[in-house]
Every structure is written in structure tokens, then in C-alpha cells.
T-cell receptor, first 110, second 112 residues
């Protein structure tokens, strides 16, 4: 089993739609979780951290489910500019390394 | 401004040559990482380092080498033993408390 797994997509949605991505992780002792956004041929950039209580930033909501070992990202009212690849990142115990999922590609169309 | 700088942005290598990719950060971060990304793929960990003079292999370390002589620098050498080095290479850094990773802009390496 991979340490971090994501559905690669692509997810094709119209503008204004709500879309959700899930990411599962294998190490139950993982402590830090993040969602990154990566545009084509660019470096990943932090979208949001994921806290146990869940967190929201505008149209984006991230949640963590420790019991089932997954994190989720919800995007409401999708914009064309949301088209990108979304990477799930997990920090292993002792903060020894960051593990990235393979990413989920989102395509928002007019 | 604090940040992480990779150079060069584009690099061309002949078959059988070693090349070194530079990564420098002025964020005072302890941990640094090298990732490889192939087209349409995710990031795969090559090497990482938690402190100066110490580093560990990631998932795809064969054909690569690193050094960490200074806190701010973590160069990656792609050796001739790496059979398929053409890829996008990303360097990142984090502090020790598990906060977000900062990335450099990446180096695109092409074998010609």
C-alpha cells in the first residue's frame, strides 16, 4: 500500500460546481497534513494546512478523519482559475520526511 | 525576502555526464528535500536531510548523490548511473516542527 494515495482524476467540472477530493494515508502516526496546488510546469504551493478540527478558507474546506486515515478537500463555486493539480501531503512521525500523493487533476470548464 | 532558490532553471546534460543542481535557502530551515517529478506524475522523494552533515535516501536515490555541508545548501548531483534523468527536479525545505514546505522554482533537466 502506498503511503499516500489520491485519485488521479481528472475531475472535469463546470464553473460553479462543488468538487471534493479525498486522500488516504497509511501511517496512523502521521501528524501533519497539507493540501498543495500545482500549476502546469510550476512548483507546488501551499493551499492549506489540515487540522483535526477541520478548517475553511473562503471556498476551500479541508477535513481530517484520523479514524479512517484520510483527508479531504472541498472546493465550492469552482472557478476556471481553480484548474490545477491538487497534491495531498503527509508529514511522517518525527517530521522526518514529507510524502506527497500523486495529485488529483481538476479541470474547470466554462 | 526569505525563500528557496534553485539553479539553473533549465539544464542540459550529455549522456554519461554528472551534473549538479543547486538549492539554497535563507529561511533558516533545518530540513531540506529533493523530489523528482516526471510528466503527469506526482513527486517522488530522492533524498532528504534533517541536519547539517546528515541525509537519508528517499524512494528513488539510485543514481543520485547529495551533500549537506551548510544548513542553507543542499546540492543534488545526478550521476551517470541515473539511466533516465530527464525530469523536473524540485527542492523544498521545512522547519523541524512539521509546518509547510517551501519549494524552489525547480530545475528542468534534459539529457541530450
Amino acid at each position: 500500500r502506498k503511503e499516500v494515495e489520491q485519485d488521479p482524476g481528472p475531475f472535469n467540472v463546470p464553473e460553479g460546481a462543488t468538487v471534493a477530493f479525498n486522500c488516504t494515508y497509511s501511517n496512523s502516526a502521521s501528524q501533519s497534513f497539507f493540501w498543495y496546488r500545482q500549476d502546469c510546469r510550476k512548483e507546488p504551493k501551499l493551499l492549506m494546512s489540515v487540522y483535526s478540527s477541520g478548517n475553511e478558507d473562503g471556498r476551500f474546506t479541508a477535513q481530517l478523519n484520523r479514524a479512517s486515515q484520510y483527508i479531504s478537500l472541498l472546493i465550492r463555486d469552482s472557478k476556471l482559475s481553480d484548474s490545477a493539480t491538487y497534491l495531498c501531503v503527509v508529514n511522517t512521525p518525527g517530521f522526518q520526511k514529507l510524502v506527497f500523493g500523486t495529485g488529483t487533476r481538476l479541470l474547470v470548464s466554462p | 525576502d526569505g525563500g528557496i532558490t534553485q539553479s539553473p532553471k533549465y539544464l542540459f546534460r550529455k549522456e554519461g555526464q554528472n551534473v549538479t543542481l543547486s538549492c539554497e535557502q535563507n529561511l533558516n530551515h533545518d530540513a531540506m528535500y529533493w523530489y523528482r517529478q516526471d510528466p503527469g506524475q506526482g513527486l517522488r522523494l530522492i533524498y532528504y536531510s534533517q541536519i547539517v552533515n546528515d541525509f537519508q535516501k528517499g524512494d528513488i536515490a539510485e543514481g543520485y548523490s547529495v551533500s549537506r555541508e551548510k544548513k542553507e545548501s543542499f546540492p543534488l548531483t545526478v550521476t551517470s548511473a541515473q539511466k533516465n534523468p530527464t525530469a523536473f527536479y524540485l527542492c523544498a525545505s521545512t522547519d523541524r516542527v512539521g509546518t509547510e514546505a517551501f519549494f524552489g522554482q525547480g530545475t528542468r533537466l534534459t539529457v541530450v
